[in-house]
């Protein structure tokens, strides 16, 4: 059974930071893309970062680029998102996502990311 456990949203004052966690289970996560994606209240679900399996090769989303960072442990079958700089507008819900191919890919529950003064 997939699981994952998303940690680390909250409410955050722009300028801020934080780190999000994402403990995945169930599937191959060393051999899986791991990405983060975002929906805001209206939006459609965007992709904020991705990290490929087998050299770690980022890429992100141009609004994200040199405020964001993107890792994974795979002894830990974790994934992370550290932000910073945050802004009003990089509030959303953040969701983990996993890739182990084109047919398998599976989504975390999300994990609310509030950025107002």
């Known amino acids: 059974q997939v699981q994952f456990v998303e940690s680390g949203g909250g409410l955050v004052q722009p300028g801020g930071s934080l780190r999000l966690s994402c403990v995945a289970s169930g599937f191959t996560f060393r051999g899986s893309a791991m990405s983060w994606y975002r929906q805001a209240p209206g939006k459609e679900r965007e992709l904020v970062a991705r990290i490929t399996s087998v050299f770690g090769s980022t890429n992100y989303a141009d609004s994200v680029k040199g405020r964001f960072t993107i890792s994974r442990d795979n002894n830990k079958s974790s994934v992370y998102l550290q932000m910073n700089s945050l802004k009003s507008e990089d509030t959303a819900v953040y969701y983990c996502?996993?890739?182990?191919?084109?047919?398998?890919?599976?989504w975390g529950l999300g994990t609310q990311v509030t950025v107002s003064s």
């Open positions: 996502h996993a890739e182990q191919s084109s047919l398998l890919n599976y």
